[in-house]
């Protein structure tokens, strides 16, 4: 499957992955991020259910604080 991420264009090993299967398989373990699925914010106790398709657009935003 072939979707584009984060502005890239990302092939995927697997048809219709979920947010947390994409997260694991990219090794995305930072404890604050943000995800959007075409557009839509993603909740993270959504990612399990939330089905990404060939074609749409992923964006994991990483937060980073600090002072």
Same mark, same amino acid.
Request: no cysteine.
């Given at each position: 499957m072939i979707i584009e991420l984060n502005n890239r264009? %990302? %092939?995927l090993p697997q048809v219709n992955m979920? @947010? /947390? %299967? +994409?997260?694991?398989?990219k090794s995305f373990t930072f404890p604050r +991020? +943000? @995800?959007? *699925?075409n557009g839509? *914010?993603?909740k993270k106790p959504a990612y399990p259910d939330?089905? @990404?398709m060939h074609g749409d657009i992923l964006n994991v935003i990483h937060l980073i /604080?600090?002072?």
């Open positions: 264009r %990302e %092939e979920t @947010v /947390s %299967e +994409i997260l694991k398989f +991020i +943000i @995800v959007r *699925l839509r *914010l993603i939330t089905i @990404v /604080s600090g002072g």
